[in-house]
């Protein structure tokens, strides 16, 4: 249930615990549990109608520091739990956390079925490509050549792109963005909330201790503004310091051109569109990665459609207006019955 947030006079304080926070020094793990905490207070809900649910990893702490229900799961499986949680109560709000090991490892099967579904919850996947818990092995989100405790020679396995895995999965609604903009996190946050269907999203976050400056070409003051692409619906795609560069579509696939060269004008530049049914552009702004290209960040994509909790409620209500049956005393006594006595 929906409250006016005014009445409620919530806190970010509010949704802080009395536990200890246990994550590394200077892990971004940090500045997204502030994100998430400012968040909440926004949502209009009272805290116990909101719910987060984890697996296993760094991030999977994350229910010991909100001031709300919260359920700390088995590695992988948060999102069978989180199906469950929203499907027994469809007024809860409902937030999974979740790494890119947890998620896309040994939980790719329950992560896929629940993007695919539709079911109405908020997943934010932690993106530092690294197991961090277990310190320092490589994770399917992790580059090529990287040296790690289980690939001493460097990993040959291709990545992951969480983007693209949503998008194949059918998904409505995928974000990305990073552990060192909490302003923008929290605007994410919400616009995550207000859409009906699965939220997912993805946060480059920083692990100091076993990958430390894995997203610096996107994070650090002396390359982030030529290497990342703020979308916003409706807006042309522009970057750079003096958002002088731009993006265009070059036949059959994204480019990146400067303002002023060649003739090109702003209005040659592409306009985002969160909300367009073909994913086609979205796909490509997905694969773009620096420094050939700035990294798409902001909501790509935003669509409706019905959702699996709407459609189960659906059923339920379908069912009992057909039914000749409204009590289990009326299913036990229906049929052939005996009494023994």
Known sequence: MSIDVATLKLTKKDFATDQ???????????????????????????????????????????PYYMNTYGFHTIHG???????????????????????????????????????????????????NEI?????????????????????????????FSAGELVLGAGGTFFARTIDTNPKAMTKIFLESAKHKGTSMIEILQNCLIFNDKVHSLITSKETKEDNQLNLEHGMPMLFGKDKNKGIVLNGLKLAVVAIGENGITEEDILVHDAHVEDDTIHRMLL??????????????????????????????EESKKSTKINSIDELLNSGNTWEVK
């Open 20 to 62: 200890l926070v246990r994550w590394c020094p200077g892990c971004g793990d940090y500045a997204i549990l502030s994100s998430i905490q400012n968040t909440m207070p926004q949502l209009g809900k009272e805290k116990e109608d909101i719910v987060f649910i984890s697996g296993i990893g760094c991030s999977s702490r994350f």
């Open 77 to 127: 499986r948060a999102p069978a739990i989180a199906t469950g949680t929203k499907l027994s109560n469809p007024n809860l709000s409902v937030w999974q956390i979740t790494g890119d090991g947890d998620a896309l490892s040994i939980g790719g099967n329950h992560f896929i079925h629940a993007i695919r579904r539709n079911i109405d919850i908020n997943i934010l996947l932690f993106n």
């Open 131 to 159: 197991y961090g818990l277990t310190k320092g092995q490589y994770s399917p989100t992790s580059r090529i050549g990287l040296k790690t405790k289980t690939t001493p020679l460097g990993g040959i396995d291709r990545p």
């Open 287 to 316: 694969k773009m990665e620096a420094p050939e290209y700035p990294v798409a960040l902001g909501i790509i994509r935003a669509v409706e459609a019905p959702t699996y909790d709407e459609r189960v409620y659906n059923q339920i």
